[in-house]
């Protein structure tokens, strides 16, 4: 019996917002120095070169990372290193402080090892963000900063909000995220609209002299013929991958009561879904993808790294789960890559696709 499934049950106790604001002071505090880093380090990180991965010209210890939404603020990106995540990807960060929709707003489905949220862009904005990057530097793994509108703003303004976010955060990052897939902010307009894509691609490309690796992130429930839409602007914008997928708003064979709420549904069921389209965009594209959607274990990950995933990443399941997740995930990844006779990750990657 691990640490965590001892506390599990008391955390579950607090509504699902507190839990996590607890959790997330925790490792704040034991992400704060180095000697309580190193310990963490010790006690949760698993290296291997066969687990690392090399993508957007930067080189991911492991292809384990934290999706968007837990570290919305850039408050634990060193503690999750330590904890031996392989990247983290800080936001949704949005260019003013955003006190996001009425709690609750963030329910479990314990029953279906899921959760709904409609946090709806809560954040402390981009300069807060910027600060505390520059104070505490970034961590020792790539970062991925996940840039996102105000929900008050229309088709004009976010295309502003998007180059703002960009321009103060695209220094500290490994790779930028533009999210047009949350289903939980009020829009006026269709964010994912090919024409709105390409007015987004075409304002942050113009700021990009950096050149700093460029990602979309897309929902799970479009049609099969829009991804390919998608595809083909992000290619012909020249993106640098796509993160496949965030959460959905179908509500399919669940058992927990908390189905009813409204919101963007993760976790479990999910997995297939997500991992559906993730397969779907590696064989319209070379580009690489960032698969997320129900990782809660070293098989569910590798089925996402054979469908075409470069890297994974999750959320859910690191609630379900705790520290121990990145750890657990990477020790069984490198046993599946032995079964199975492939000397790295990136041996694996698409190795489900004809
Ligand atoms: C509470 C919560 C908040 C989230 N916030 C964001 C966000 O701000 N931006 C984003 O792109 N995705 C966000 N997501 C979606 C996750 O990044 C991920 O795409 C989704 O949860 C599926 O992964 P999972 O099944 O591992 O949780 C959020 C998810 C949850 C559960």
Redesign the pocket.
Known sequence: MTLYSRIRPLAFKLPAETA?NVGKRALRTAGSTRPTRAALRYAYRYDHPALAVDRFGTRFPNPVGV????D?NAEVTHGLAALGFGFV?V??VTPYPQAGNEKPR?FRLREDE??V?R?G?N?QGMERVKARLEAEGTPDVPIGV?V?KMNTSNEQEALEDYRRVFDRLSPFADYV?V?V??PNTPDEFEEDSPEHLAAIFETLEAENDAGVPMLV?VGPDSPTQSLQDLVDIVEAFDLDGI?A???TTTREGLRSPNRKEWG?L???P??DR?TEVVRALASYTDLPIIG?????SAESAYEKIRAGASLV???????YNGPSTARELNRGLLTLLRRDGFASIEEAVGADLE
């Open positions: 996590h999706a968007a939404g837990f919305k990807e936001g949704t963030l899921a959760m949220n946090m862009f954040g996940n996102g995220v999210n897939s949350c992130k993160v997928t965030n959460t963007g993760s976790g479990k999910l997995e997500s997320v959607g129900g990782v809660d990443q999750l959320y859910t399941g690191f609630v």
